[in-house]
């Protein structure tokens, strides 16, 4: 049963990697596109977070940063003072060098003692820059296996959130164990969901900078969600670098810049005045929800 007088939760969760990133036959790591190059760029990442930081500040929206631990050295050293910068937003991890976990493009699966030293290594760096601890993880492409979540649980994570689940009648964007796996990891899963024609969307906005589809798709879904997910919480997220170069790593003419960077501040400002639904960080969502959950089972008991 739904509570009807709580919120729809929305969160902005951004992955902070190499622009136009992609995995590559025969090695771990990913490459900026056109991979033939053989290197990472981290421009466009730059001018996107910055802005986006730039409206995260005028909408007063706290997010969720799930930082590559590369991208953030890289930027680091660069002279941006990323600590600052994420003071009020949640820190979390998006890998090493965005890794192809699960071998799917390297044709390299990796093997658990690696998994086990790549999270942990991730996890302590950014733990490092940023102070503070990390309890919440992404997958390059979103991928996991088994042996991708139990090196998360032996790392000292608490959540995930690389699951996409279909938002409806069995899921209503509550937290889940990952019991499929094997573990007792949380889930914070991505909801996919279907437009008015029926074609099933994702919460990854890129699709609106790469004009297939428009800000207003993703506010109906989340005035819909809005009605059958209250008290859940739907996650957008959205890549810094998509503002300013497209998947191929071709840069966008500065109207298309201009026009993404609309769109994206359309859908910042419409949930942050939307009525029965409350901006929030993943951990702290996550935080909210074990506290009720566990008051839940006492009075049950
Ligand atoms: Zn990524």
């Known amino acids: 049963m739904t509570d009807t007088g709580e919120p729809l939760y929305v969160a902005i969760s951004l992955d902070i990697d190499p622009d136009a990133n992609a995995a590559v036959k025969g090695q771990y790591d990913a490459l900026s596109s056109p991979v033939r190059h053989g290197k990472i760029s981290t421009d466009a990442c730059k001018k996107g977070l910055q802005k986006i930081f730039e409206l995260l500040d005028i909408y007063t929206i706290e997010s969720t940063l799930f930082y590559e631990a590369r991208t953030a050295q890289i930027l680091g050293a660069e002279g941006i003072n990323l600590p600052k910068l994420s003071e009020r937003h949640e820190v979390a991890c998006h890998s090493l060098k965005h890794e192809d976990f699960l071998g799917k493009i390297s044709g390299m699966p990796m093997e658990e003692g690696i998994v086990e030293e790549i999270i942990k290594e991730a996890k302590g760096i950014l733990e490092k820059i940023f102070a503070r601890n990390i309890r919440g993880f ?164």
């Open 138 to 301: 992404r997958a390059p492409y979103t991928r996991v296996n088994h042996t991708v979540i139990k090196a998360l649980e032996h790392a000292g994570f608490q959540y995930d959130s690389s699951e996409t689940v279909s938002l409806g009648a069995t899921w209503a964007g509550k937290p889940f164990s990952l019991n499929t796996f094997g573990s007792n990891l949380l889930e914070l899963a991505l909801p996919s969901f279907l437009d008015r024609k029926g074609k099933k969307m994702s919460s990854y906005l890129w699709t609106i900078f790469e004009d297939k589809r428009s800000s207003h798709e993703y506010i109906d879904a989340v005035l819909w969600a809005r009605e059958l997910a209250k008290g859940g919480l739907f996650l957008f997220a959205i890549h810094p670098w998509h503002l300013y170069v497209n998947s191929q790593g071709s840069p966008f003419r500065k109207e298309q810049v201009n026009k993404n960077l609309k769109n994206f501040e359309y859908i910042l400002s419409q949930i942050k005045q939307m009525q029965g639904v409350q901006v929030i960080r993943q951990d702290t969502y996550l935080e909210n929800w074990l506290k009720l959950n566990k008051s839940v089972k006492e009075t049950k008991q």
